[in-house]
């Protein structure tokens, strides 16, 4: 019943930052404007029409001749736009889509805070509730995601990240690791160019935990 309160907590505390965001700055749905700027306003949104009306009207997902000679749009899609958050645009009006991609940046920075609670609650339980629900605010707020969400494939990799060191830790203790198994794929379906500097992420990592926490005997297995 803790656990379910903080989570509860920590939803609404990062709704409501974004709410008293959307409103004063006047974005959408409080407004017209948007949190879209740098790479995102000169080249993702327009992938996400692209990707819109490749499932929502005739135009083809693999191949784009409204661009030069002619593209094939499913490298761009498997590059950028291969996130299950890209979909909820779908449910929007064509003429609205610009505008709901901050809604889709918000959702994100939810999850993130939200799987890194999860983290927290699984590997240090004696943490007073308040401090979990701070922390894991902290994290969804992070330099990294208010900074780098204008390529918004990039943002996947912090919600999928405290889920993936539960995978990675369970491999290294020879627990199960379909987890860690699945999640690296996840990333590098959603986002392979920061997968690849997940793959450095592991290396350190794991060269890290077998010396500082694994018994010698063990240390070639692992």
Do not use: H
Not at 153 to 174: N, R
Not at 198 to 206: P, Y
């Amino acid at each position: 019943m803790k656990n379910k309160k903080t989570y509860i907590i920590t939803i609404i505390s990062i709704l409501i930052i974004f709410i008293i965001l959307f409103i004063t700055k006047g974005i959408y749905p409080f407004g017209d404007n948007t949190l879209i700027w740098g790479d995102m306003n000169d080249q993702i949104a327009a992938f996400y029409y692209k990707f819109y009306d490749a499932f929502r009207s005739n135009s083809s997902i693999f191949i784009d001749y409204s661009t030069s000679a002619g593209v094939n749009f499913f490298g761009v899609l498997a590059y950028y736009l291969l996130s299950p958050f890209s979909f909820i645009l779908l449910l929007f009006p064509r003429e609205n889509l610009f505008q709901a991609i901050s809604i889709i940046i918000a959702l994100k920075v939810v999850l993130s805070g939200v799987t890194f609670l999860y983290f927290i609650n699984k590997y240090f339980k004696n943490l007073p509730s308040y401090l979990s629900a701070f922390l894991a605010i902290l994290y969804a707020f992070c330099g990294y995601n208010l900074i780098m969400y204008q390529i918004t494939a990039w943002i996947d990799i912090v919600y999928l990240f405290p889920i993936f060191m539960i995978g990675l830790k369970k491999l290294l203790d020879f627990e199960n690791p379909i987890l860690y198994i699945i999640t690296l794929t996840l990333a590098f379906i959603m986002c392979f160019y920061i997968s690849l500097i997940l793959l450095i992420f592991i290396i350190i990592f794991a060269a890290l935990y077998i010396y500082f926490y694994t018994k010698k005997e063990n240390r070639k297995k692992v």
